[in-house]
């Protein structure tokens, strides 16, 4: 190669050597090697050489144009090797760390009132009872005083199940009640307890969902008085919706399973939704004594102990104290909406607030 070659593949080399990006090095290579590149005007001029010195000048220009192309590509790649082990580097999570004071995770806004129902019945001494969604037609109906073509029965909405055995049908339980009878026949009175759970009615609007959750409360005790019921319930709903002048109204209802039945509202303004004033009436529960019958039903003897009982829902309860209108986000997992309504796993709760 003669010297001007040379000095071409050598300022090349030079000029790749300090490129630093892809950019810088495509520069380069329009410069070589596009069209009116300095290796391309060199291959132009062939032409003017002398024949004799055509030959030999074409073949080190070849020569050349294969050196400059391997080292252009092999820059390239270099380049490239580079780029994506700083963009690996800068996107390292280093999952050892403790997570950030902001907000991990955010707790949805039915478990976070699942939290506060719990701490505040956990502090008058109730325990938590369970029982399974797909429930038994006497459990859920039967042994709550709601026999077989009772008119309460088209107040549910059932989904029923196949039946087996000639047995009617099992369903997915309409309320948390049937955990009444369960808690009753498993565990001899005085009886504090709640449950909240699952339940199930083929009901679906903006105020109504197939499955939504219910609260459900039995007290079983000797001397037990509607006096009782209402201090319970008067006192849950003050703390709950923290306004410790909540207007609370009895009104006279009913239900199978107790007698006399109640349900409970609060007060409120329509218009605003504002909770607490407004003169305004808002049905949040439904309670009564224990039904005789159902305490027969479980082996107790109505002469001896008696009780009260509610049952609440706990998306509605959500939704009035958070000033929500629509049920369905609840279920939709959308993270915007979550961000909005979600509780920092973090912050003092009412757990800590001493209920
Ligand atoms: N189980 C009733 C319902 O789902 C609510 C209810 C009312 C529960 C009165 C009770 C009660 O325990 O005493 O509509």
């Known amino acids: 190669m003669t010297d001007d070659l040379l000095a071409l593949k050598a300022e090349t080399d030079a000029a790749l050597a300090a490129a630093t990006d892809l950019r810088a090095w495509d ?58 082990d700083a963009r690996l580097a800068g996107e390292r999570i280093d999952v050892t760390l403790p997570p950030r004071p902001r907000v991990p995770g955010l707790i949805h806004p039915i478990a976070r009132t699942m939290e506060e129902i719990v701490a505040i019945f956990g502090a008058m001494g109730c325990t938590l009872s369970d029982g399974p969604d797909v429930e038994s037609d006497w459990f859920n109906f039967g042994a709550l005083n709601i026999p077989a073509h009772h008119p309460a029965r088209a107040d549910h909405d059932t989904f029923y199940l196949p039946a087996q055995d000639g047995k009617p049908p099992p369903v997915l339980r309409t309320h948390t009640s049937p955990v009444q009878i369960r808690t009753m026949l498993t565990q001899p009175p005085p009886i504090r307890t709640i ?7 083929a009901d679906h609007d903006a105020t109504h969902s197939p499955m939504f959750h219910q609260c459900e409360g039995l007290i079983i005790d000797r001397g037990m008085t509607l006096g009782h019921l209402k201090g319970c319930l008067i006192d849950f709903l003050r703390t709950f919706f923290d306004i410790a002048n909540l207007p609370v109204r009895f009104r006279s209802s009913y239900f199978p399973f107790t007698e006399p039945s109640m349900e409970v509202d609060i007060g409120w303004n329509r218009r605003t939704g504002e909770l607490g004033k407004g003169g305004d009436w808002l049905e949040i529960l439904g309670s009564g004594m224990v039904h005789p019958r159902v305490l027969a039903n479980c082996g107790i003897d109505p002469r001896e102990w008696q009780g009260f009982a509610w049952g609440m829902g706990v998306e509605r309860v959500t939704m009035l104290k958070h000033g929500m209108a629509d049920l369905r986000p609840f279920y939709e997992s959308d993270l915007r909406w979550l961000r909005h309504y979600g509780f920092n796993p973090l912050a003092p709760t009412m757990l800590h607030e001493g209920v």
């Open 27 to 84: 520069a380069i290579r329009v410069a070589i090697l596009g069209r009116s590149g300095r290796l391309t005007g060199l291959l132009r001029d062939l032409g003017k050489t002398a024949p004799e010195q055509r030959r030999e000048r074409g073949a080190a220009l070849n020569q050349l144009k294969d050196a400059l192309t391997v080292a252009i590509d092999a820059r390239k790649v270099a380049l490239e090797d580079a780029a994506l």
């Open 195 to 201: 449950v909240i759970g699952r339940t199930y009615r």
